[in-house]
């Protein structure tokens, strides 16, 4: 179960958009490991609506876990295994040339992220600046420590967020 994000008018505080911020959605950094995707909100001028995009980790995050799993006292094996991941995590964002892309469409062009919004401030709408609208309350995490069940639906993205399939197999 994940948190839900909503945008709300402004005026009136109908709810304009609503969508989960961590549906089952991975990159996929090689032919074994996946890395859970984050969301952010955005407003995409081409299809006129609020939309999820893809929510990068800083460098900064991945450099941290990489040094909490160095310090930590799980077993070696263990240990070893997600130094790889988050290694490779690293060397992923590093090369990465893409911005963030919209989920559905693959989009990176007419994309307003609302990631640094303020919660329940009014803001101008990004489609329509004599509107406000109002951030729901949002919790930002890195999604789940291990990939679902393999019988559990995911989608998956290459390095460079663009769509690869409906359901991974790892």
Known sequence: MGWSFEILDGNNRLQLAQFDLNPPCFWQLSPDVLFPMAIAAAWCHRCEDFVPIE??????????????????????????????????????????????????????????????????????????????????????????SQPPAKDEPRACYDREGNRLSQQAEV
């Open 55 to 144: 929510r990068l980790p800083t460098l900064a995050s991945i450099e941290e876990r990489i040094q909490r799993v160095e310090a930590s006292h799980d077993a070696e094996h263990a240990r070893t295994q997600k130094l790889q991941r988050w290694q490779m995590a690293n060397e992923w964002l590093q090369n990465r040339k893409s911005p963030p892309r919209r989920l559905a469409c693959g989009s990176v062009t007419g994309v307003v992220s609302l990631e640094d919004a303020p919660i329940d401030v009014p803001i101008f709408h990004p489609g329509d600046p004599g509107r406000t609208i109002l951030i729901g309350s949002v919790v930002h995490y890195s999604g789940p």
